[in-house]
Structure formats: C-alpha cells, structure tokens
C-alpha cells in the first residue's frame, strides 16, 4: 500500500500553488504587453495621420499670379503645431489621451524640400512617456 505523508501532501500543494502563481504572472504580463502594442500601433497611426495632414497642404511655390492672395501658393509653411487627441482603442475608465507634435522645417532651397516630422507622445500606467514618430521629406508642389 502506497500511502502520502502529511509533509510530501503539503509540498506538492507548494509547488502547485507556485505553478499556478508563475501562470497568472505570465497572463497578466501577456496582457499588460498586449495593451502597450496597441497603444503603441494607435499612436503610430495619429503620428502618420499628423504627417499626411501636413502633406496634404498645398505647396506650390512657382503658382502664377503670386496676387492671388497671401498662403494660397503656401499653405504648408514652416511651422510647428500640436495636436491633442484620444487614442482610438478599446478602453477601461479614462481614454488615453495623447500629445500629437507636428513640425514643418526647410531642408533645401534649391530644390526646395521641406522636412515633415509628427511625434506622438503617450503614457502607459506609470512606466513614463513614449513617443512614436513619423517623419518623410517633400518637394514642393506634391
């Protein structure tokens, strides 16, 4: 007859009750990495959504006439704007709110380029923040 001690009962409930701990670690940190990528791709996309806003502008500096009035032959500019907005992810109580930084800057003047950069700045819980950026050149009149 094969009988179990109280002792050997107690370390086999040990190590079943740290293999069941090590399980629910692991699940909750496949689920707090899961949030992050998605907080990470939707921020990507508000970095690329504020960089094709700023391509879309119309640049065309050889426009005729010139008379036509003010920005019209510019309306991208050298400049720098923010953006603030939600990320749009499924969420538990508050959205996430985040800081969208678009900044338009002349690389050349012949041929004219201008370089387009959109920085997206995001929090998850208390690990700080990040940022994802996008960034592409332009010529004018495309």
């Not at 907080?39 to 806003?53: D, F, H, N, V």
């Amino acid at each position: 007859m094969c009988g179990l001690s109280l002792l050997e009962v107690l370390i086999s409930m040990a190590v079943l009750g740290m293999v069941f701990a090590c399980v629910i670690a692991a699940l909750l940190t496949c689920s707090q990495n899961a949030e992050w990528s998605a907080r990470s791709l939707a921020a990507q996309s508000m970095a690329s959504q504020g960089l094709e806003q700023a391509r879309s502008a119309k640049w065309d500096p050889q426009a005729w006439p010139q008379s036509i009035g003010p920005g019209l032959a510019d309306e991208l500019g050298v400049t720098n704007y923010v953006q603030t907005a939600t990320l749009a992810i499924p969420y538990q109580g508050q959205a996430p709110i985040v800081t969208n930084l678009v900044s338009v800057t002349t690389v050349s003047s012949n041929p004219p380029i201008r370089q387009i950069r959109s920085d997206c700045v995001w929090t998850f819980m208390s690990r700080g923040p990040f940022t994802n950026t996008a960034i592409t050149l332009r010529a004018a009149d495309q």
